[in-house]
């Protein structure tokens, strides 16, 4: 099974993540909103589905598809040490913007 990352590298793929987080939707919406093929968007969402990214519900000839979010928690780990280098960042930018004297004129 691919990683979560490499499921995710493809673009579209993300695009059908980004869709499916207002809710469950079916193929055909899918197939509409991304401009797509009906046989690209089951290829993307069967990668999707394998990964444990979304989940799926059939009701008689339709399917539903869902995100699954709790995967992404691999991702959201990777990007942690990131997120506290880049508050870092602005903390200083911010303590050093604070420090500058205020060039302001008043009218």
Do not use: N
């Amino acid at each position: 099974m691919a990683s979560t990352f490499a499921v995710l590298a493809e673009p579209r793929r993300r695009e059908i993540l980004d869709l499916l987080r207002g809710g469950e939707r079916p193929v055909g919406d899918l197939v509409d909103r991304l401009a797509l093929t009906q046989p690209a968007v089951s290829k993307h969402l069967k990668i999707l589905l394998d990964a444990g990214l979304v989940d799926v519900r059939r009701d008689s000839q339709r399917r539903y598809y869902r995100l699954r979010p709790e995967p992404l928690a691999e991702i959201d780990e990777w990007l942690a040490p990131y997120r506290r280098l880049w508050q870092d960042s602005f903390d200083a930018l911010e303590r050093h913007l604070d420090a500058m004297p205020d060039t302001t004129k008043e009218s």
